[in-house]
């Protein structure tokens, strides 16, 4: 079982829904409760190996999708990730199309985000131990590079380079809201990678993420005959596709770096405001995964 401390080797993290747990080939599977100093994660996180390579799986909702997007624990999350010794995640989720050439069914790697979300806790840090993180390139690059090669050989329209609009939901976008969305040069919509991704960043754990469309978003003058039929379909071939994307990418990740190029590891060193001896021991405490590297220098 891999914890913190268990050596340098890198143990990818995959965050996402029931297709990727369930993907061909994962083995030596076992599910463990990680305890997070911020509450209770979605769900225990599922260890397991890929061709002997280790990975960890946490689905977003919780298996049978129990969560809403407004109610998941993304700091406990990404916390636990952090505890279970995670260094990279490849995070997957589904989105609705702003454009009109991302059909369903198309993958996009996403390397920006606008946050719309307001009711959600966003920040590891605090009162008593202030942070501000860089985050003007959400993504890691090293990541990326390694999904787009393992999507050469798929039959899937995979995109790289795209911007996440993130909405609070649980309901979808008004029409007068899709249309400002588009006006905006965003590419796709969702509920679900904010505050993830920032969290993933203040973490220091490199981070991507593969948007899978589902459907067109309200702007689009054939929604309203979208059946949620249609949407389960599109759904479970996603899932399909994610599932071997990701079971592609696993192998390509293995040579990781002593250090990100991208500086994903490292973004803490310059992030911390507060004077040493200002700080709350609670605080340093409860930080004590997160940012433990820095608080222990």
Known sequence: MSQIGDGDRPLIGMIGGSGLYDMEGLSNTQWVKIESAYGEPSDALLFGEIDGIRIVFLPRHGRGHRIPPSQINYRANIDAMKRAGVTDVLSFSAVGSLRKDLAPGAFVL???????????????????????????????????????????????????????????????????????????????????????????????????????????????????????????????????????????????LQDRPDACPNGCDRVLDTAIITAANARDPEMVAKLGAVAGRVLRA
């Open 110 to 252: 996403v390397d920006q985000f606008i946050d719309r979300t307001f009711a959600r806790e966003k920040s590891f840090f605090g009162e008593g131990l202030a942070a501000h993180v860089a985050v003007a390139h959400p993504t890691c690059a090293r990541l990326g590079d390694a999904l787009m090669k393992a999507s050469e050989s798929q039959d899937v329209d995979v995109r790289r380079g795209g911007t996440y609009l993130a909405i609070e939901g649980p309901q979808f976008s008004t029409l007068a809201e899709s249309n400002l969305y588009r006006q905006w040069g965003c590419d796709v919509i969702g509920m679900t990678n904010m505050p993830e991704a920032k969290l993933a960043r203040e973490a220091e754990i490199c981070y991507a993420t593969m948007a899978m469309v589902t459907d067109f978003d309200t702007w689009h003058p054939d929604h309203d005959s979208v059946t949620v039929e249609m949407i389960i379909k599109v759904l479970s071939a996603n899932a399909q596709n994610a599932a071997t994307l990701a079971r592609r990418a696993v192998p390509g």
